[in-house]
């Protein structure tokens, strides 16, 4: 860690983190620790400072003024409530020069400064290098703002066979194509509809996936046989300038063995597939945390075959009808799309879906999903995917809280269904198939 580097904090994450003050205090010891405020907290900023000794100043600025008041932009960085990291990091393909990157815990964050105390420079150095590699025909897993992609050249039919070699996925379920401009369409596509440009220019970049015809370029591995090819543009800055940079077309399933629970951080694609790639560009937690809708544009009419963040309310005003699948492909056949098998997305610790989580409050060895407020105490133990009973922030938590509650040797786990709305729906629908069938 850089001594001269200095991380701003917020009255409001010190509020919210109760364990944020030990980690804080020990930071200090390696680096600047300061106070950034809103100018309508001037008061609650100074108290904050006298009662805590490891602030060493406080300064009034929103985060884009931070980073134009500093003289050392690189060496600067800003946490703030909801486990939220911004730096400077200037990229070609990104909506401002200041990155903000999410973490699931403090220390997390903390982690990554240290990995990352220059971000601005070691950042896009690390994107030219892991492009090349994507270049090369190799393996790199990326962060996307839905779940970490394992991605190769879409178009080297021997670079995307060693995705389904790394994650030992079966070769009937398809790939989705990531693109980082409209230009990429060339060559992976045919007859783009004008719904299809409707759709991309709404919604591109982010967690929308189209089924659209595919051009005979694209080799049949990545579409399972099919004349569909599966396309998104992701919204990670960070996935777009690996992707540009590579000037590939990069096809990216999810960075996980086939059939367990999909990685949201750096280190979950570590601990199921480090040694077998060859590399992975660590941009924190997604924040999103669900795969991508997935629609298809070559149904009579709009189909949804996989529910994402986007749904019905957001498609049909652009649409018209909009179907929902609620076909599931069978083991040995092809697939138009990845995510359609019964049985996905499962920890190994069975996890059930149960009416009412209160009748395991006494039993140790079950760990708890949480999805609001519980009066009753637990004595096994109990991850709250949103205490605020936010859908949003469930689905960003969703894998990592099955993820943590499978690390601990338990018998089962327990969790229920989110009311049927919105992004509930597709946070059920990885439930349901993350459950064990009884």
């Known amino acids: 860690m850089h001594n001269q580097n200095t991380i701003f904090v917020t009255p409001k994450l010190l509020a919210q983190q109760s364990n944020a003050l030990a980690s804080l205090t020990k930071l200090a010891q390696q680096c600047n620790v300061a106070l950034a405020y809103p100018n309508d907290a001037r008061d609650e900023a100074r108290l904050l400072c006298k009662a805590h000794p490891f602030l060493s100043s406080c300064l009034q600025a929103t985060e884009q003024a931070l980073f134009e008041s500093v003289a050392d932009k690189t060496g600067t960085f800003l946490l703030d409530e909801g486990i939220k ?60 703002e839905t779940v970490y992609g394992l991605g190769a050249d879409a178009l ?43 759709l991309m220019d709404r919604f591109w970049p982010g967690p929308l996936t189209l089924i659209l015809k595919k051009h005979p370029s694209v080799p049949a591995i990545v579409t399972a046989n099919s004349q569909t090819v599966a396309i998104r543009m992701p919204s990670n800055p960070l996935a777009l300038n690996l992707i540009k940079a590579s000037g590939k077309a990069i096809a990216a399933p999810s960075a996980n063995r086939f059939g367990y629970t999909s990685p949201t951080t750096a280190l979950h694609v570590k601990e199921q597939l480090g040694e077998r790639i060859d590399a992975i560009l660590d941009g924190g937690a997604c924040t999103v945390g669900i795969e991508s809708t997935v629609l298809s544009l070559c149904t009579e009419v709009p189909t949804i075959l ?133």
């Open 85 to 144: 990291l911004s730096f400077y990091c200037p990229l070609e393909l990104a909506t401002s020069s200041v990155i903000t990157l999410f973490f699931h815990t403090l220390s997390d964050a903390i982690a990554y400064i240290q990995a990352f105390p220059r971000p601005g420079e070691q950042l896009p150095k690390l994107i030219d290098a892991y492009a090349a590699l994507l270049a090369q025909g190799k393996l790199v897993a990326f962060p996307t």
């Open 156 to 198: 080297n039919e021997e670079a995307v066979q060693s995705i389904f070699a790394a994650k030992q996925r079966p070769f009937f379920d398809p790939l989705i194509v990531h693109i980082a401009d409209l230009d990429q369409l060339e060559g992976l596509v045919v007859d783009l509809d004008p719904r299809a440009k409707l």
């Open 306 to 438: 996989r529910p994402g963040k986007i749904g019905l309310k957001e498609l049909e005003p652009l649409l018209g009808e909009v179907k929902v699948s609620k076909q599931v492909g069978p083991t040995d056949t092809n697939l138009e799309s990845p995510g359609l098998l019964e049985s996905h997305y499962a920890p190994t610790t069975p996890l059930y879906l149960v009416d009412d989580v209160a009748l395991y409050k006494d039993q140790s060895d079950v760990g708890v999903l949480l999805f609001e407020k519980q009066r009753v105490p637990f004595k096994g133990p109990v991850v709250y995917v949103s205490e605020k009973e936010d859908a949003e922030e469930a689905a960003s938590r969703l894998y990592w809280a099955i993820r943590h509650l499978d690390s601990m040797n338990l018998r089962c786990m327990v969790g229920s269904l989110l009311p049927e709305e919105g992004i509930g729906v597709a946070i059920n629908n990885r439930l349901r198939k993350a459950s064990a069938k009884h």
